[in-house]
């Protein structure tokens, strides 16, 4: 069991050099190569289905079923610190009653050595919580760590602008990378700007003068579109790190323990349309070595069309308490999502599977997202 437990582990590093080797083919410009001075993101979801089926011949109500959930994210990141906070809680309802909670929270806070350092201190809390076990988990975490994730949406959007010219005939040939550059650095900034027609008329300059051409209201109302696009955002980088923790409530048993963690996160652009994620975190008390937690996720994201994405996403579980069997849950899940503006349509096709199942519960659902902020 060790063994595979090494090799397993030594092909999850290997993997992840790998990805992180890997360049993205924007003609000679990466977009990992980007840097921004300031990120601030905020995502808020609602995503809910329910389905409701009465037969005349039955004394019951033959189906009453619906999952509801929340998502919400923000990420603040300056050169020498950066903010991190995030929280899913989903809730199942059976005839009208609760049947079951699941939910996570996490606040992370970076600061670190130099504006162009990757080392950094940081202090976390993370927290979880499911009907199915009954007890909630919550870590306070200090220590350091190694790397940093950029939000690289910006250049991803001033490409496709430089691309949606070209299609169009506009230019004679793609921008220089100085100007894509510019044009990120402006969009980045957005939130500086009184308006997006300033914006809007800041990259008209930046283009006119690059190409030596006048663009059209067509074209201008291209790029306010490309500018204001909802799609979730895409980030470049990784991210480990080691450190001390705390139980605030017990996960591992009846004391509090002193736990050592360990986690990496790793963002890749694949090209201007796909993006991979992929997440690891290991915990375990420094005084209890036969409990353990390990939660991992590895996520592919594709762009089809301005308004169509595909995500799929295997997601994994795993609580080890003293002396009970270890309690384990996974997730394969594939979602086609459809934008129509701040409401957004998802299709989606799921397997899961934990301790005691027989097999894999399939689930296909119709859902609708709002996007509250």
Same mark, same amino acid.
């Given at each position: ?51 409701? @089926? ?94 940093? @994730? ?24 793609? @921008? ?198």
């Amino acid at each position: 069991m060790r063994r595979k437990r090494r090799r397993t582990a030594r092909t999850i590093s290997a993997f992840a050099l790998l990805l992180s080797a890997m360049t993205v083919p924007t003609a000679a410009l990466s977009l990992c190569d980007f840097r921004i001075p300031t990120t601030d993101l905020t995502h808020l979801f609602l995503t809910m289905n329910y389905a409701y @089926l009465n037969e005349p011949d039955t004394s019951t109500i033959d189906v009453s079923y619906g999952r509801f959930s929340f998502t919400f994210s923000h990420i603040h990141a300056e050169p020498d610190r950066a903010l991190n906070v995030g929280s899913t809680s989903e809730f199942t309802i059976e005839h009208l009653r609760l049947d079951g909670i699941l939910g996570e929270v996490n606040l992370t806070s970076r600061f670190y050595v130099s504006d162009e350092d990757a080392l950094y201190v940081f202090g976390e809390v993370k927290g979880d919580y499911s009907s199915a076990s009954g007890r909630p988990g919550l870590e306070l975490r200090i220590g350091a760590g190694f790397g940093r @994730l950029t939000d690289v949406t910006p250049l991803v959007r001033a490409v496709r602008i430089g691309q949606m010219l070209n299609d169009d005939l506009v230019l004679s040939g793609p @921008l220089s990378d100085d100007a894509l550059q510019e044009i990120a650095q402006l969009i980045g900034q957005e939130a500086e700007f009184p308006g997006l027609g300033e914006l809007v008329s800041r990259i008209e300059s930046i283009i006119e003068t690059e190409a030596a051409v006048t663009l059209n209201a067509r074209s201008l109302l291209a790029i306010a579109e490309q500018i204001r696009s909802t799609e979730v955002s895409q980030q470049c980088g990784w991210a480990t790190q080691l450190g001390l923790g705390y139980e605030i409530l017990r996960r591992f048993g009846d004391s509090r323990q002193l736990l050592l963690t360990l986690s990496t996160n790793i963002a890749r652009p694949l090209s201007l349309e796909s993006q991979i994620e992929i997440h690891g975190d290991v915990s375990r008390p420094l005084f209890v070595p036969s409990a353990s937690a390990l939660s991992a996720s590895i996520l592919y994201g594709r762009r089809l069309s301005d308004a169509t994405r595909l995500v799929a996403e295997y997601a994994l579980q795993r609580v080890q308490r003293p002396g009970q069997e270890p309690v384990v849950g996974e997730t394969i899940e594939a979602r086609i999502l459809f934008d129509l503006g701040p409401i957004s349509v998802t299709a989606s096709g799921s397997l899961s599977r934990g301790t005691g199942m027989s097999g894999w519960v399939e689930s296909i659902a119709i859902s609708t997202r709002v996007d509250l902020l």
